[in-house]
Nanobody
Framework: QVQLVESGGGLVQAGESLRLSCAPS????????MAWYRQAPGKQRDWVAR?????????TDSDSVKGRFTISRDNDKNTVYLEMNSLKSEDTAVYYC?????????????WGQGTQVTVSS
């Protein structure tokens, strides 16, 4: 069973940076659109950023991440990244990866288990 596995979360001070990664746990044919979401304590899961296979990116309209977060991907590794700079306490959340993956000629949507990001002020 293929899963998405996130890594790179942790505890950092405000103003520091983190780079999250997400990749399938097993070999797949190809990843299509990949995205990051986050869920802060007591809040709903919100979309953060998305990147297509061709590299087109989009970000939440929220001013909370503009100019600080960058999504990218490595198609050879079917891996998506989220570079987070100038982290703030309000960025504290569990970050989830989401992706459309081609497996055995079928396109399915997958979620990762999440990685905790904690920013102390």
């Amino acid at each position: 069973q293929v899963q998405l596995v996130e890594s790179g979360g942790g505890l950092v001070q405000a103003g520091e940076s983190l780079r999250l990664s997400c990749a399938p746990s097993a070999s797949i044919f190809r990843a299509e659109t990949m995205a990051w979401y986050r869920q802060a304590p007591g809040k709903q899961r919100d979309w953060v950023a998305r990147i297509t296979r061709s590299g087109s990116t989009s970000y939440t309209d929220s001013d909370s991440v503009k100019g600080r977060f960058t999504i990218s991907r490595d198609n050879d590794k079917n891996t998506v990244y989220l570079e987070m700079n100038s982290l703030k306490s309000e960025d504290t959340a569990v970050y989830y990866c989401n992706a459309d993956l081609w497996i055995f000629s079928r396109l399915n949507n997958f979620w990762g288990q999440g990685t905790q990001v904690t920013v102390s002020s």
